[in-house]
C-alpha cells in the first residue's frame, strides 16, 4: 500500500513533497490506527484543511468497509472449498514480497549514508530480538523515538559541533 500511496499523492498528484511523503509516514506509522487512514487524514489536512481531512478519511474508509462487507458475505459460503483454500495460501507470500519491496523502496530514500542505514538496521535488530528471544513486540512509536534520539545524536550533533545547522 505504501508505494500506491506515495505513487499518488508525491508523483501523481503533487500534494507531498517526497521528503514530506517520509515524515508523514512516520508520524502515521506513530500514532494508533491503519496507517492508509492516518496518512488520508495528515495528506487531506494538509491540503484542503478540516473538510480535507473529512474527506480523504471517509475516501479511505469507505470503499474497503464496503468490499470487506461482500467479501465476508461470499466467504462465509466458499471458505471450505479446496480452490478458495489454496488461493488464500498462494496469495499469502505476494502479500510479503509487497511489504519488502516496500520496505526497499522507503529504506533507499531514508538510508541515504551508512549513519541512515545503521540505524535502519538497528531498529529492524531491535525489533526482530525483542520478537523472537522476549516473546513481546516493541511499539512503533518506541522505535521511532529511538531513531529520532540517534538522528539526533549522531546528525545534529556533530554537525554542531563543527559548527554547521545552529538549533
Not at 517526497?18 to 489536512?45: C, H
Not at 468490499?67 to 489454496?86: C, D, G, H
Not at 520496505?103 to 541512515?116: E, F, L, N, P, Q
Amino acid at each position: 500500500m505504501l508505494p500506491l500511496i506515495e505513487r499518488e499523492v508525491v508523483a501523481g498528484k503533487g500534494w507531498v513533497s517526497e521528503e514530506e511523503f517520509l515524515d508523514l509516514v512516520a508520524l502515521a506509522q506513530s500514532a494508533p490506527g491503519v496507517f492508509a487512514v492516518n496518512s488520508a487524514l495528515v495528506v487531506g489536512y494538509k491540503v484542503r484543511g478540516l473538510r480535507g481531512a473529512a474527506a480523504a478519511v471517509l475516501g479511505a474508509i469507505l470503499p474497503s468497509f464496503f468490499i470487506i462487507l461482500v467479501i465476508a458475505r461470499f466467504y462465509r459460503l466458499f471458505r471450505e472449498m479446496q480452490a478458495v483454500e489454496a488461493f488464500m495460501t498462494g496469495a499469502a507470500p505476494v502479500v510479503v514480497a509487497l511489504l519488502l519491496y516496500a520496505a526497499y523502496s522507503m529504506g533507499t530514500k531514508v538510508a541515504k549514508d551508512r549513519t541512515g542505514l545503521f540505524i535502519c538496521l538497528a531498529a529492524l535488530g531491535v525489533n526482530l530480538f525483542f520478537h523472537y528471544y522476549q516473546a513481546a513486540r516493541v511499539s512503533p512509536i518506541t522505535l521511532i523515538l529511538l531513531g529520532g534520539l540517534a538522528g539526533y545524536v549522531l546528525y545534529y550533533r556533530p554537525a554542531r559541533e563543527r559548527g554547521g545547522r545552529e538549533g
